[in-house]
């Protein structure tokens, strides 16, 4: 599943999949926007994190306020605000007009399922992006019709990218 991390004015899709389990620690493959690195975990405590990304250690420090996180690494403080594709969905349900369907991670768009003035209901597939090795089905957030489709078979999109616009 893609996230939505937004500090301030930027924001960045983020995707993690589990590659490796061990007893100490995890390792990831994660994805921010385009650039897709290893990541091992170890959890010290419950708020208190060790993480290795290519080959250097980091101590990080995270705790949940309300609907933010505070993250210390090295001194600095960072604040996040994080939201999934879920979330984003269900934000659009209440949305009316015209809106982009974006990618959530950097992929290949791999078959487009609708057509321009189509009509489609919530959940209804739109197209399939492969991802990390992953086919995953993108569906429409709410009804409307096809305004438009910004893909085709074969398209290399980046993170966020428009895919269709949904009116």
Avoid: W
């Amino acid at each position: 599943m893609a996230y939505i991390v937004s500090t301030g004015e930027k924001s960045f899709t983020v995707a993690a999949d589990c590659v490796e389990k061990k007893p100490h620690e995890n390792v990831f493959e994660v994805s921010v926007d385009d650039e897709v690195k290893k990541v091992s975990i170890a959890r010290i405590s419950p708020t208190h994190l060790s993480i290795l990304v290519d080959n250097t250690s980091y101590n990080v420090e995270v705790s949940k306020l309300r609907d933010e996180y505070e993250v210390t690494v090295r001194g600095e403080l960072f604040r996040f605000r994080v939201s999934d594709e879920r979330e984003m969905a269900a934000a659009a349900l209440h949305e009316t007009g015209e809106i982009a369907i974006t990618a959530p991670m950097p992929g290949m768009v791999i078959d487009v399922m609708v057509k321009p003035g189509q009509d489609v209901h919530p959940g209804d597939k739109l197209l399939i992006l492969e991802a990390m090795k992953m086919q995953n089905e993108i569906s429409a957030p709410r009804g409307g019709k096809i305004a438009a489709i910004k893909v085709e078979p074969g398209s290399s999109v980046g993170g966020g990218e428009e895919l269709v616009l949904l009116e």
